[in-house]
């Protein structure tokens, strides 16, 4: 047996992926300084969480992310080796310190 689940490898591809999207390819000012913290993928691989840092700034940066959302999924698309990306949804880092404490 595989010592991580598939949902966890795919999150930690997901976050690398995603983290040089946003430093290599995206052109919205407003995500440049936007870090990936962690990502959470659903078991039946169907959703996954991306929780970001943003310092102060996280309520633009997550009207960016809303633009973005769908660059950010075709761009996974091209790059993972699945029949389906996850379906993305971003939140402040703020939100999984709340479920972890």
């Known amino acids: 047996m595989k010592p991580y689940a598939r949902s966890e490898r795919l999150g930690?591809?997901?976050?690398?992926?995603?983290?040089?999207?946003?430093?290599?390819?995206i052109k919205d000012k407003r995500l440049k300084r936007v870090s990936i913290v962690r990502v959470e993928v659903a078991q039946d691989l169907s959703?996954?969480?991306?929780?970001?840092?943003?310092?102060?700034?996280?309520?633009?940066?997550e009207e960016a992310f809303g633009k973005a959302k769908g660059f950010i999924r075709s761009r996974l698309a091209k790059q993972l080796e699945i029949r389906?990306?996850?379906?993305?949804?971003?939140?402040?880092?703020?939100?999984?310190?709340?479920?972890?404490?």
């Open 12 to 25: 930690s591809l997901i976050q690398e992926i995603v983290s040089e999207i946003l430093e290599f390819e």
């Open 84 to 101: 389906y990306v996850p379906e993305l949804f971003f939140y402040p880092v703020e939100i999984w310190k709340d479920f972890t404490t």
């Open 47 to 61: 959703k996954a969480k991306i929780f970001f840092d943003a310092g102060e700034n996280y309520e633009i940066a």
